[in-house]
């Protein structure tokens, strides 16, 4: 039987499919297309239709070609085209499985397009040729002819993709006829086999040559909903009972951490209003209890937002907690999370290689999640592969390397210090370590080190860094 038309792809709100944002790395060099965008979303399409998604998610596809991040270029959408919750929904699925297999898409399009189309177009076909391909239910989303009038139906709507819409309907129609020939192709270059710029595949492979390829598959693959249970509130075994009793299976692949078997918007999980959970990856649960916080203690989370590990550590002792971050905005969200979890911290803006934002008072503990190319964390950030270069490692590591040695003037004597990073280039993690350990005599204890993307029954978490440091008295 025909699926209709519509927006059947159920919206998947919360962390699992929206994550928080990328940096922006470069400006913009495409025409804004968000007025026109606008008129013939409201005059043109239905808000029901899978066009309208189509349409919203390839504008939002444009926009990170341009160098903004996927969320920052989903959030302009939604505000331009007052989509309700469900149709933000389906334009988020769709975009973010556009951006896992935009190497193949497009390397699909460069062989059946006379000429390279223009950007919306491009977009509007890299976006409509996934949903043609299975989910892990071996089920495509929508039946293909559908994705096709839609399709063109989107292409249709649009000033800058109606002179298209035979093409898009011809190129979609020749993928139909041809699929496995055209894969075929597609998938001697390494860019369409794996969906990473060659740069990419080139360094993972280079650093780790044994697992490289199950990193990169990692990276495709959708995240989980993993969650931390508050044990100031309730046991683990507690939360699973409850989460049993709402009809939501799930399973232990941490201490405190639960991965649901299916993800749910955030407030639709038991008890999370009421700060019995939170959301976080497995690997970055592992922070807090490598401070080994004590009542009394103070501590400092620099780079904070969104305040996961700030909240954990309150969950672990009473301690007088500051959390820094350089954007102001993020740290409302920190307060938000903070204020659902009854906790309190100090909130303050600021850059942690600066001190302008200091009282001068020691920390006896410190976490230092810096800036990195968050290469570990593709399965969250599919757009980040594709904004990224292959100099930025360098350039924030430089300026990591100048968080670190300010924040280790703030620290105690004997006190500890934990350096992370959502990398898996050794400039930015094992390589910074070991230069920062040698620049400033500090004593190196015992850490996970690289923990690389994983994802199976017992460990599934990102792909993280730890270091953990000792000043001396």
């Not at 399409?45 to 998610?57: N, Q, R, V, W």
């Not at 503990?365 to 990224?388: E, K, Y």
Request: aromatic share 6%; glycine share 8%; hydrophobic share 45%.
């Amino acid at each position: 039987m025909n699926k209709r038309p519509t927006l059947s792809i159920k919206p998947k709100a919360g962390p699992a499919s929206a994550p928080a944002a990328a940096p922006k790395l470069r400006a913009s060099h495409h025409r804004d297309l968000k007025p026109a965008l606008q008129t013939q979303f409201k005059a043109d399409l239905k808000p029901d239709s899978l066009a309208f998604a189509l349409l919203g998610a390839a504008t939002a596809v444009v926009q990170v070609h341009g160098g903004t991040a996927l969320p920052q270029a989903l959030a302009g959408v939604f505000a331009n085209t007052g989509a309700t919750p469900q149709q933000r929904g389906a334009i988020q699925d769709i975009a973010y499985r556009a951006m896992r297999q935009l190497g193949r898409s497009e390397a699909l399009v460069a062989q059946m397009a006379p000429k390279a189309p223009d950007p919306l177009v491009g977009a509007l076909l890299a976006c409509a040729l996934p949903l043609m391909a299975a989910n892990e239910d071996g089920q495509p989303p929508y039946e293909e002819f559908t994705v096709v009038d839609q399709a063109v139906t989107a292409a249709a709507a649009h000033p800058d993709t109606a002179r298209a819409k035979g093409m898009v309907n011809a190129l979609l129609r020749r993928f139909l006829r041809e699929r496995q020939a055209l894969l075929d192709t597609a998938m001697l270059q390494p860019v369409a086999r794996w969906n990473y710029p060659q740069w990419w595949i080139d360094a993972v492979k280079a650093a780790y040559p044994q697992q490289w390829q199950a990193i990169l598959a990692t990276g495709n693959s959708a995240p989980p909903l993993t969650l931390r249970v508050n044990t100031r509130k309730g046991s683990v075994e507690d939360y699973l009972k409850l989460l049993e009793g709402a009809g939501m299976a799930a399973s232990r692949i941490g201490p405190t951490a639960l991965r649901l078997a299916k993800p749910v918007g955030v407030h639709l999980i038991p008890g999370f209003d009421q700060g019995l959970v939170s959301v976080q990856d497995a690997g970055a649960q592992l922070a807090a209890p490598l401070l080994d916080v004590q009542d009394g203690m103070r501590v400092l989370d620099a780079c904070a937002a969104p305040g996961g590990k700030t909240g954990h550590v309150l969950e672990l002792a009473n301690v007088d907690m500051m959390a820094i971050d350089a954007d102001a905005k993020r740290l409302q969200r920190v307060q938000e999370n903070l204020d659902r979890l009854g906790l309190e911290a100090a909130l303050r803006a600021g850059q942690a290689q600066e001190r302008d934002w200091w009282d001068g008072r020691p920390f006896d503990r410190i976490v230092a999640d810096v800036p990195c190319t968050a290469s570990g964390i593709v399965r969250r950030h599919p757009d980040i592969r594709w904004l990224r270069r292959k100099g930025d490692a360098l350039q924030l590591a430089t300026l990591s390397g100048k968080i670190l040695d300010n924040l280790w003037h703030m620290l105690k004597p004997n006190g500890k210090l934990l350096f992370v990073t959502c990398s898996l280039w050794p400039q930015e993690s094992e390589a910074q370590a070991a230069a920062f350990a040698v620049r400033n005599r500090a004593t190196r204890l015992d850490a996970p080190g690289q923990l690389l993307p994983a994802g199976g029954n017992e460990q599934d978490h990102d792909g993280l860094y730890y270091a953990l440091f000792q000043k001396p008295a």
